[in-house]
């Protein structure tokens, strides 16, 4: 049981994303090892302001050649598409938790590249945003 003060805690973390942006601060540090860190995360952090109030996407780990390469170890006979199975696996292993269970392709169980592309862009800009969008 927790207290009130533990819960009003919990509750401002979950309102300002403040676990998801340490999580995702974290991970760019993690993946990118700059010379100088402060300097990096102040220049992620400005990235993310300026996404919020105009046109961009907020800094995120993975991009659109991180995902064509998911999608080729996927898809290893070059077909040009996935299973649903495979889709939701990749998307969950990209550490999305809420994403398009039916995108186009999965009633035939054929995710194109194209569509898997454009799901997960999607939902890691989402994820990354860290602010209500």
Sequence with gaps: MSTPREQEAAEYLDKHKIIELTDNLTSML????????REFLI???EKLKVSKVGPGNPPCLFNESNLDAL??????SHQGFITSNQYKEALKTLGIKNFNEFPEGA??????????IK??????????ATFQQ
């Design 43 to 45: 220049d992620q952090l």
């Design 30 to 37: 993690f993946f990118y090892r700059p010379d100088r860190p």
């Design 71 to 76: 999608f080729g170890i996927l898809d290893p």
């Design 107 to 116: 009633s035939d169980d054929r995710i194109s590249q194209e569509t898997f």
């Design 119 to 128: 799901e997960a862009t999607e939902r890691l800009v989402g994820s990354t």
